[in-house]
């Protein structure tokens, strides 16, 4: 059953059989595209199934990733092949340049998917509703979101319609789609994977990693996606260890903290009752769980929303109608207003793209962080959130002086509807809560799946180590992974 | 009433590296259009910046030579606002942390030393280049991320001059540390002013302006000359200054506000966070500190004591490096202990030479060896000063040795009294009545004498020798 | 901190972004609520915390001086919305 659905497989399990002759790459991709053929038009995890499907482009390279494709999230340029955020105001942009983790995955022989997967524009958002393409669905329950902003991604994989994806994260937007979907997503230590050619957010929260179907693919990708590049300052050049090794089934004695500020008031309770339940489970297996207190777990929504928004107005900043994307030269917006008279066609023509070229959160963002960075309130808002900062990254220096990980809910509750959260950003925002300090503080982070709720919609568990220690996690997760039925289960769709 | 203009200036050196401040495209001037551009500098999306180490190096050294303090702890911060030439829409600069601050530079005015204090000096990325056609402007990167050192003063001038004395040492310095071409034409050196004026004697600020679009040292002269007229001419007419950017007009030679209002500025500077910090250790600047080259007032000090040279012909020496190396040699060549006549040669014909022809000493392409032997024939009386200057052409354009245009030309200054006999009498019988005159004691008539015969010998005669021989026989 | 209409204008003014009526009032009621929620973090005492740009302590990351190739002018110019020549063309810009 499982060889005639070859995109139904792990990465790992699809190199076995490549290796031994079982399959060709080129009926991989094939039944890749066949099922995006078959349920993405429902499912909408690719943000533009009208660019085509090119059967049959294999990469040539050798490699350890030689005859996978592998899907990408709009937001990572593809030399050539459009790269648009998901938003309108980069309608058409093809990159002249790949990512660094795009000629990375190429070296590793990997086949780069032409259509890229689906996304909140910008990756403003935790349900890829905001996406110009129009929202993903939740392919556990096509009613709710897939989460996001690496919805579109972690629904590919979900579905099988990918292999494997990479997606990104800045406050969770790998950990919390991966969580609804019941796939695994991995965000590394800020400044593990190049930030090279990825479109930015926030500069000093972004990562890449990987979102798969279970750990060891995770480890697999890792290791081709990860180490220094001379062209990202932010790189750190520490050795990549094979991550691959860190896959023992063997947790004893490992120490891990429950933060205590995780379950809070409005948490889902069977979401609770779900990760108490993984914590016993991890307990069984010979970890010691203490619980912990990270004090200002609180302050990190709002922290976030102050520094991501600021850095996200000034790198939206070159979307201009200039270089590349849309252009708008008039807008009926402005014309007719007294204000436009002081402005010339120059900044006509910007506002004009810029209106046009945003979507609403996008534009919301922008408002927000410029408000934060402009004259006057600079002190009160963005210096303010950097120091809180501080004190979020110190809480955790703290418990990893006692502690090899901590292990919490990803997600406060399950998978929402579409539509519930739109009309109310903060309620939106809060469904980040238990991601963004480790985006904050700069951790590595995973989310697996660890159970259903009754309405079958998945729920996953997230473990945080200290900077560059993903061997931990990954130690952590692939043992509770291989004691537990959940990576296993699929939705069906 | 009378005012006293309050001046400072904001310098952008651009820095001479080969690569670009933040990605590996070269920097050379005049190539085709968006043909030196990398998605980097083109701003496009996902790319990062990565800071060249020499343009850090580079910042050190000026920061260094401009007796700043140099910050241990620097790093880069973004500068909002909107304009095509801008690929980002920001700018990577320096707000908060600037590579150096706090130093000064000594201008000499009128003999006396005045010290203009530099409150910063940071590091920061070019813009493009607009070309403005028809109903359109067109967009020219290749200038973008070329790393530029934005050098403030504080307002401590307080005349044009004085801020054309700033700039001209500024520039010499700079020069002297070979990081920048300072070519105000090709825009890798470029001024902008801020100017006030206050009652003289009081202590407060009036209301600036700010002058951009000089291009010469003399522009920026002429336009805070303006600036000072138009300022005066209307507090005189109880007007008040507005606070605005002007743009210095070469044609009209004035200046006139810019017609695009900004509106109040808004830079909403924060962290670079693509840039990590920098940090600038003890031993690095020890290092940098070792290969600054003497600075030119420390070189005219030592001309004055090791040549014996004049304070004034000392700093016009050393004024530029190159020419300053040449004097140098110049003086070590020349064989008299007395070096007077190499620095006259030197400050005065040759650099006159050098101005006419539009290039430094070196460029003149004469060697000291042959400037040296010519000063000899003149030391040596064998030719006036005045033949000695037109040999010193000659020699220029055709590259010969003084000794071949002298010989060619037979300028040999005629000193033997057999040689001028005929002169002189037929200077004193064409003109009887002067040399009747000088026997009557009138002093003057003898030097028209001379100038007769020199005329006769076609300059040759050694006017000194003429003069005795003259007076010998009018006595 | 009040957030009101006037606000969000000067703000959407500076970030060059056209707002119909509508999304001014909606802006302004949404980042009020925003803004409400973010001066929490007020609450804390700051004064001697110092701020944390840079999450990693690395410093120092500094390219040599050499060149790489340029990109090919057409793929320069391969996305504009609008060229000429070899240049990017926007509106005129008057000075």
């Given amino acids: 059953m499982a060889s005639l659905h070859p995109n139904t497989l792990t990465a790992h399990e699809l190199l076995e059989k490549l290796k031994n002759k079982e399959i060709s790459a080129l009926d991989i991709v094939n039944f890749v595209f066949e099922k995006i053929k078959k349920t993405d038009p429902n499912l909408r995890a690719y943000a533009r199934l009208d660019a085509g499907l090119k059967d049959g482009q294999i990469m040539g390279k050798e490699g350890i990733l030689k005859g996978l494709p592998i899907s990408i999230k709009d937001n990572i340029c593809t030399e050539g092949y459009n790269t648009e955020c998901c938003s309108r105001i980069l309608d058409g942009f093809k990159p002249p340049y790949d990512a660094t983790v795009i000629r990375k995955l190429k070296e590793a022989g990997a086949t780069i998917l032409n259509i890229k997967t689906n996304m909140d524009e910008f990756a403003f958002g935790s349900s890829t509703e905001n ?218 023509m910007y506002k004009a793209t810029r209106g046009k070229g945003f979507g609403e959160e996008a534009k919301r963002r ?75 503080a700069g951790l590595p982070a995973i989310s697996i799946p660890c159970g259903l709720t009754k309405d079958g919609l998945p729920a996953g568990l997230q473990i945080l180590a200290k900077p560059f220690s993903e061997e931990i996690i990954f130690r952590a997760a692939y043992t509770y992974e291989q004691n537990t039925p959940w990576h296993l289960q699929k939705p069906k769709i | 009433m009378e005012y006293e203009p309050v001046i400072g200036l904001e310098v952008h ?113 070019d813009a493009g280049k607009l070309i403005h056609k028809d109903d359109l402007s067109l967009v020219d990167y290749n200038r973008a991320g070329i790393p530029l050192l934005e050098i403030v003063s504080d307002p401590d001038m307080n005349s044009p001059q004085e801020a054309y004395e700033y700039l001209t040492k500024l520039k010499s310095i700079i020069e002297y540390l070979d990081v920048s071409d300072c070519d105000m034409e090709k825009g890798s050196l470029r001024c902008d002013a801020n100017i006030s004026l206050r009652e003289r004697g009081s202590k407060g600020l009036g209301v600036k302006t700010e002058l ?71 031993t690095k600047i020890t290092e940098i500190k070792k290969d600054i080259p003497e600075l030119p007032e420390v070189k005219a000090l030592r001309f004055q004591k090791e040549y014996g040279i004049l304070e004034y012909d000392s700093r016009i020496m050393v004024l530029n490096k190159k020419n300053s190396l040449f004097a140098e040699k110049c003086l070590t060549v020349y064989p008299d202990k007395d070096k007077k006549p190499v620095a006259n040669w030197l400050i005065g014909p040759m650099l006159s030479e050098a101005n006419s022809r539009n290039c430094d000493l070196p460029g003149l392409d004469i060697s000291p060896k042959d400037l040296i032997e010519l000063i000899g024939f003149t030391q040596r009386q064998e030719i006036s000063n005045l033949t000695a200057k037109s040999v010193l052409t000659d020699m220029l354009n055709s590259k010969k040795t003084a000794a071949e245009v002298i010989k060619e ?17 037929d200077a004193i019988k064409e003109n009887c009545a002067v040399a009747n005159d000088f026997k009557n004691g009138k002093e003057n008539a003898l030097m028209f004498l001379v100038g007769e015969v020199m005329k006769k010998s076609k300059g040759k005669a050694n006017p000194k020798v003429v003069q005795d021989l003259l007076k010998r026989r009018l006595v | 901190m009040a957030i009101n209409r006037e606000t969000v204008e000067y703000v959407a003014h500076l970030s060059r972004i056209d707002l119909e009526d509508n999304e001014l009032d909606k802006f302004s009621r949404q980042i009020q609520d925003i803004v409400n929620y973010i001066d929490k973090l007020k609450a804390l005492d700051t004064d001697l915390v110092s701020p944390t740009s840079h999450i990693l302590p690395i410093n120092n990351v500094l390219r040599e001086d050499i060149p790489v190739s340029s990109l090919p002018i057409e793929k320069t110019l391969r996305n504009a919305p609008m060229k000429n020549a070899n240049f990017f063309s926007v509106p005129k810009v008057i000075e």
């Fill in chain 2, 409 to 425: 030309k037979n300028l040999v200054q005629i000193s033997d009294a057999s040689g001028l006999e005929n002169y002189i009498s």
């Fill in chain 2, 212 to 282: 951009k679009n000089m291009n010469s040292f003399k522009a920026v002269k002429d336009a805070l000359s303006f600036e000072i007229k138009r300022q005066s001419d209307l507090l005189d007419d109880g007007e008040k200054i507005i606070q605005d950017t002007r743009l210095w007009n070469t044609k009209e030679l004035k200046t006139l506000p810019m017609r695009t209002k900004e509106g109040a500025k808004d830079y909403r500077y924060f962290p670079e966070p693509d840039l990590p910090p920098f940090i600038i250790s003890p």
């Fill in chain 2, 13 to 125: 050196i651009q820095l001479k590296t080969r690569t670009k401040a933040f990605c590996a495209c070269l920097t050379d001037f005049g190539n085709q259009p968006n043909s030196q551009v990398c998605p980097v500098c083109l701003g496009f999306p996902g790319t990062l910046p990565v800071l060249n180490i020499i343009a850090l190096e580079y910042s050190v050294k000026v920061g260094l030579a401009l007796n700043c303090l140099v910050q241990e702890y620097t790093k880069f911060d973004r500068k909002h606002y909107y304009y095509p030439d801008l690929p980002k829409n920001y700018q990577i600069s320096q707000y908060e942390l600037p590579i150096s601050k706090d130093g000064f530079l000594d201008i000499n005015i009128d003999g006396l030393i005045k010290r203009i204090n530099i409150r910063r000096a940071h590091l920061e990325e």
């Fill in chain 1, 366 to 440: 922008i408002i927000l962080g410029t408000f934060g960075l402009s004259h006057g309130y600079y002190d009160a808002y963005y210096l303010r959130a950097l120091k809180v900062r501080t004190l979020i990254k110190q809480d955790f220096d703290q418990i990893f002086k006692e502690f090899d990980c901590i292990a919490a809910p990803t997600t406060p509750t399950p998978a929402f509807k579409i539509g519930e959260r739109s009309q109310d950003p903060l309620s939106m925002y809060l469904s980040d809560i238990y991601t963004i300090s480790a985006n904050l």
């Fill in chain 1, 131 to 348: 996406s110009c393409f129009g929202p993903t669905r939740n392919p556990w329950n096509l009613d709710c979101v897939p989460g996001g902003s690496s919805g579109g991604s972690a629904a590919a994989v979900a579905a099988d319609e990918a292999i494997f994806a990479l997606g990104s994260d800045t406050g969770g937007s790998i950990r919390q789609p991966a969580s609804y979907c019941g796939v695994v997503g991995f965000k590394p230590t800020y400044g593990r994977v190049s930030r090279y050619g990825l479109i930015a957010f926030a500069s000093s929260l972004d990562q890449i990693g990987p979102i798969t179907k279970d750990v060891l693919d995770s480890a697999v990708l890792m290791n081709v996606i990860c180490g220094y590049d001379p062209l990202d300052s932010t790189s750190v050049n520490i050795k990549v260890p094979d991550y691959t090794k860190s896959l023992v089934k063997d947790i004893k004695g490992l120490r891990i903290g429950i933060p205590k500020e995780y379950f809070i008031e409005g948490m889902d309770p069977e979401i609770k009752k779900i990760t108490d339940e993984a914590v016993n489970q991890l307990k069984d297996l010979g970890a010691v769980c203490k619980p912990i207190s990270l004090a200002h777990t609180e302050y990190a929504v709002p922290v976030y929303y102050v520094l991501a928004t600021a850095e996200a107005s000034s790198n939206l900043a070159r979307f201009d109608g200039v270089q590349y994307g849309l252009r708008a030269e008039n807008s009926a917006v402005m014309i007719d207003k007294r204000k436009s008279e002081t402005d010339n066609k120059l900044i006509r």
